[in-house]
């Protein structure tokens, strides 16, 4: 017979478990509903990444209109167990200031506003939870906030500013200092000694040294408004900073950023490509220089500048160079001849795809634009100095459909392949090819998607062999996710789930197999490479 103060223990049980059922784990999601957060039934993806070891899934989401709780959330991958990490009514989904910090990725740093009437601050996330997410620079002053973070190499510290909050585009504004901070919070932001005397000047960073131990910064206090110069300063604050240029590297108020180049991985120099009434073409600065100086190079403008260990590749507007980083040998041409039309084709930082290191670090994938012939080509580019380099392939123009471009690169993951989007510049295409590194094949299509999809918005993403890519056909109603042979000329394509409009890859994990999805049908976290059908992703319990 069952024993009566059983009976009693188990009902004292039950009660026990009523009272702390309010701070039990909260399901945040089902198998077949969408995943919503807050009180908004409209609540969508925001934006989805992984950590660079692939432990945690970080997502925020944002309502698709009006107004609502903005969350930030943490889903460890192993147990897709997740944890509100931050939430608010105020927008900071899109804030392109993130980093994950340290080395082994537990901590995530990222800018919020308090409030509607506050600027940005800096605030630390602990993925696992363990942590309340706090503030690391406090609330600036009125009129005052966080706007530019900087991560140093070695992923220990962190360079804030605190500026006057920006009107417009106008982001040279006033300046209460640059404050360092260790990662670990080990220890309070302190300020690093770089203020200039005249508070009219201005002081903007630039970022770290590959050794992290040297912080870059640009200033107008040596001359007059908007003469930029480049400083660097010790980050263990012990050291006066150092002028590096002789001459303004920037003479107009929006061009600060042409004076901070590449440095070289053995911190011996900085290139940088200038333009200003003393100085144009490509310079070399010494870092390490008893006194401000540095070496012009060529005298050419708007380089797109890639580094490995010994060379530096030049991409300008007339040819392909590379060269020794520590001029020792002059500058060589890659491309001859170049192609018909190609002179006056390069594209400026940041407005086109950008060069992709393979071959093991020996050669870059360069995208070449022809301006006067609405064509591109493909550059395999040796850094030796002495191997000619190859065209991969060509894109021609499209006539009155619209120009062709070459909107985005991906070497493959097992650096055997070289993936390249291709679309017009009126939305109406955008197709997917490949081609091997070693130029031994042709390039060929493996996809395409006729609908109005914009070059550029994540439709497709190689996986972890180098032989699959995954694919978001645009072409069906509604959405769907697909694998893809890429060995094969527009080949089948293996099933996924429907993911409703918008369908898109919002990220892939380090392994190459686990993709997240998102579409107005859901989130989905896909092993893209396992033959049957993806399970959408349900979050079993969420942690406060």
């Known amino acids: 017979m069952f024993p009566f ?32 957060f807050g009180n908004e039934p409209n609540t969508a993806l925001s934006l989805a990444t992984v950590t660079p070891n692939g432990r945690y899934w970080l997502f925020c989401t944002a309502p698709n209109s009006g107004t609502g709780p903005r969350t930030l959330i943490s889903v460890d991958a192993a147990t897709k167990v997740g944890v509100k990490l931050f939430e608010t009514t105020e927008s900071f989904c899109a804030n392109y200031q993130r980093v994950f910090a340290p080395a082994d990725f537990r901590n995530y740093f990222f800018l919020a506003r308090s409030s509607s009437t506050t600027g940005w601050e800096l605030k630390r996330a602990a993925l696992d939870g363990s942590q309340p997410t706090q503030s690391v620079s406090g609330q600036p002053p009125a009129g005052y906030e966080v706007l530019v973070i900087y991560m140093s190499p070695d992923k220990r510290w962190i360079v804030y500013d605190i500026r006057h909050i920006a009107s417009g585009m106008n982001y040279i504004e006033r300046q209460l200092g640059l404050y360092i901070v260790p990662t670990d919070g080990s220890a309070p932001p302190r300020q690093l000694p770089i203020q200039p005397a005249d508070p009219a000047k201005y002081v903007l960073g630039q970022g770290f040294t590959p050794d992290s131990a040297t912080f870059l910064y640009v200033s107008d206090q040596d001359g007059a408004a908007y003469q930029w110069n480049l400083y660097a300063v010790a980050i263990d ?22 004076c901070h180049g590449l440095i070289t991985r053995d911190l011996q120099f900085s290139y940088l490509s200038l333009n200003t009434t003393n100085a144009t073409g490509l310079y070399r600065v010494p870092l390490n220089s008893s006194a401000p100086t540095w070496q012009f190079v060529r005298n050419t403008r708007g380089e797109q500048l890639v580094l490995n260990d010994t060379r530096i590749l030049a991409y300008t507007n007339t040819n392909i160079t590379t060269m020794p980083v520590d001029g020792s040998s002059a500058p060589q041409d890659a491309v001859a001849p170049l192609p018909a039309g190609a002179q006056g084709a390069y594209r400026t930082p940041g407005s086109g795809p950008t060069p992709v290191t393979a071959c093991a670090g020996a050669c870059m994938i360069v995208p070449w634009v022809g301006v006067s012939t609405n064509s591109q080509w493909l550059y395999r580019v040796a850094l030796d100095g002495a191997t000619p380099a190859q065209q991969l392939a060509a894109v021609p123009g499209a006539g009155n459909s619209g120009t062709y471009r070459i909107t985005w690169v991906v070497l493959s993951r097992d650096g055997t392949r070289v993936f390249f989007e291709v679309g017009n510049d009126n ?11 070693d130029g031994s094949a042709s390039a060929h299509r493996i996809a395409s998607w006729a609908a109005t999809p914009s070059p550029g918005m994540m439709l497709w993403a190689p996986l972890s062999d180098g032989r699959y890519v995954a694919v978001v056909d645009l072409t069906l109603d509604p959405h769907v996710l697909q694998v893809v042979d890429s060995t094969l000329v527009d080949g089948p394509r293996l099933p996924g789930p429907s993911v409703g409009f918008l369908g898109r890859i919002t990220a892939v994990s380090p392994n190459g197999r686990e993709i997240m999805v998102s579409g107005l049908a859901g989130w989905f976290l896909v092993d893209a490479l396992t033959p ?12 406060r």
């Open 5 to 36: 103060r059983h009976l009693r223990l188990l009902l004292a049980l039950a009660f026990v478990l009523q009272l702390i059922a309010p701070f039990a784990p909260q399901a945040i999601g089902a198998d077949d509903t969408p995943i919503v």
């Open 237 to 258: 604050g012990q050291s006066a900073p150092r002028r590096l240029t002789p001459q303004p590297c920037a003479d107009y108020a929006l061009s600060y950023y042409e």
């Open 427 to 437: 939305s109406t295409l955008v197709e997917l090819y490949v081609v091997p590194v």
């Open 532 to 543: 049957v059908l993806p399970e959408r992703l349900h979050l079993p319990s969420l942690r």
